[in-house]
């Protein structure tokens, strides 16, 4: 019954968004017809379908190159989730708890998934106000159009360069859908399955889809096509995206998001029975290590990816997230070995993690020495924050979110502001979308700007997570019962074991 409970819940979200798109379906199909234009990872919204043979002519075609790049970034991402993070936590616990990690991320990954096509797209990357989006993408509503056999077009951050719009969905849907397998790691072998779904539906809805809108919404390079059109195009955008703040592929909108929803679960759903006197230890590091090289192979596609195009942006995010992954490994070990005499292969899986998370939002906006320097700075951060601050917080992360995804991205995200500029070798960014004028920042104008975008992603990550673990533990409950944590989540909740005996 509390099972069947959950489902009608997570039905009813999905029909109440649903009704209040089709409410505003007559200004949606209005709005369909208005040109836009939304970069990712800064945002992507629809080009204009032409109105006019001539100018059909004149609309910018998509490079097939860019596509191919694309649909490879997005097969890379999910490989990322399933099977990396899902054997990556699954190796972390206990062999009685292998498969419901397994569960709990592959089938939250596939939940996600369906609600970004339903509403989650359009909640992000379409026009709203400086928080969240509308509803006219609603079902991806007027991305293809069956009966002319049209696609619409999204922007990257190029003028005049395009990819399909249906591409940039799919590929911010798995980003989307990691985030919230993310979270998993936190309270991993005491939650019940139903609502571990309940509160990613939540969640989802209400903390994800915000930030992702307010930090990659803005309304395309193509947009900017005179000094006067500026300021009013800037207020249409997320709000973080007007402060100025640089995420190139999800240090907040990925990893501190989801970190904080980690925590306040963890303390929400309490302890492990045992914790902290019964041996936890992972049962399997063979294939956690097998999990963190699928991360790491994956990563290319979620932060080369994060580019748009298959030009020189991706191939600096490509090897600063190669080289900066690395250098975390190294800190790690290093650390490691200098506090508890040896280094261990979980360490050296945890520093890759840690190096990874802290260049996502560096990835295409530093310089080669920048990265290396994020890494290696990750890795020992890392390396306290799952070891001192753990301790001070008190905290059951079971697998480490917060210490990880987390710290790395705290730290990935302030000393992007640090090296972005070109004084220390970094891209800079760009001053002036009309003229595409690319310039540099002040350092710590531009750390204030990264810290904003920090803040703000905790305080509101953890009050939308509070209030969605209340509203789960209200009505179906959050953890199962002593005895079933005892036996193994594997059995009595799915009924099945990873071994057999």
């Known amino acids: 019954m509390k099972k069947l409970i959950a489902i009608c819940v997570l039905g009813l979200l999905a029909l109440g968004l649903g009704g209040g798109a089709l409410a505003q379906d007559a200004a949606a199909s209005a709005a369909a017809s208005a040109p836009e ?30 596509v191919s790049w694309m649909l490879l970034s997005t097969l890379l991402v999910i490989m990322m989730a399933i099977p990396g993070l899902a054997l990556f936590y699954g190796g972390l616990v206990r062999s009685k708890n292998m498969l ?24 992000a990357f379409t026009e709203g106000n400086a928080f969240v989006g509308g509803f006219d993408r609603l079902f991806l509503k007027g991305v293809f159009d ?13 003028k005049g360069v395009v990819i399909p719009e249906i591409i940039f969905v799919a590929f911010q849907a798995t980003f989307a859908a990691i985030t919230c397998g993310l979270i998993v790691g936190a309270f991993a072998e005491r939650i019940k399955f139903s609502a571990v779904l309940m509160f990613m539906a939540i969640w989802f809805t209400f903390s994800y889809a915000p930030i992702a809108h307010m930090v990659w919404f803005w309304m395309g390079p193509d947009a900017y096509t005179a000094a006067g059109v500026v300021d ?3 207020g249409k955008a997320g ?24 925590l306040v679960g963890a303390y929400m759903v309490g302890k492990r029975v045992g914790y902290g006197k019964e041996s936890m230890a992972p049962h399997n590091l ?22 748009l195009e298959a030009g020189n942006s991706a191939a600096l995010a490509f090897m600063n997230t190669f080289s900066a992954t690395a250098c975390a490994v190294l800190a790690w070990c290093a650390g490691e070995a200098l506090m508890k005499g040896k280094a261990s292969m979980l360490g050296a899986a945890s520093g890759a993690v840690a190096g990874l998370v802290a260049i996502t939002p560096a990835a295409g906006n530093v310089g080669i020495v920048g990265a290396l320097v994020i890494g290696t700075v990750a890795g020992f951060a890392c390396l306290w924050g799952v070891n001192g601050l753990k301790r001070l917080l008190g905290a059951d992360d079971s697998l480490d979110v917060f210490g990880v995804h987390g710290v790395g991205g705290i730290v990935g995200a302030l000393l992007t502001g640090v090296f972005n500029t070109q004084a220390l070798g970094g891209p800079g960014l760009v001053t002036d979308w009309v003229t595409a004028t690319v310039g540099s920042n002040a350092i710590g104008a531009q750390v204030w700007i990264q810290l904003k975008a920090v803040l703000l992603t905790i305080v509101w990550s953890g009050v939308v997570s509070l209030v969605a673990y209340k509203i789960v533990d209200m009505t179906i409950g959050l953890r199962v019962p002593e005895d079933e944590e005892r036996e193994g989540l594997d059995i009595t909740s799915h009924g099945e074991t990873a071994y057999g005996k």
């Open 146 to 158: 069956p009966a002319a056999g049209t696609f619409a077009m999204a922007a990257t951050f190029s």
């Open 286 to 307: 063979t294939l956690t290590m097998v999990g963190a090289s699928l991360l790491w192979v994956g990563w290319f596609g979620f932060n080369a990816g994060s580019a």
């Open 37 to 66: 234009a939304v970069a990712s990872m800064a945002a992507a919204a629809p080009v204009a379908e032409a109105a006019s043979a001539a100018a059909a002519a004149a609309a910018p075609v998509p490079n097939k190159g860019d």
């Open 232 to 234: 009013e195009l800037n």
């Open 100 to 123: 419901s990690v397994l569960m709990q991320v592959f089938v939250t990954f596939s939940m996600i998934v369906v609600l970004w096509v339903v509403y989650g797209y359009s909640l």
């Open 239 to 262: 709000l973080i995206w007007q402060w100025g703040a640089l995420d190139f592929a999800g240090g907040t909108v990925v990893h501190i998001n989801a970190a904080v929803a980690g």
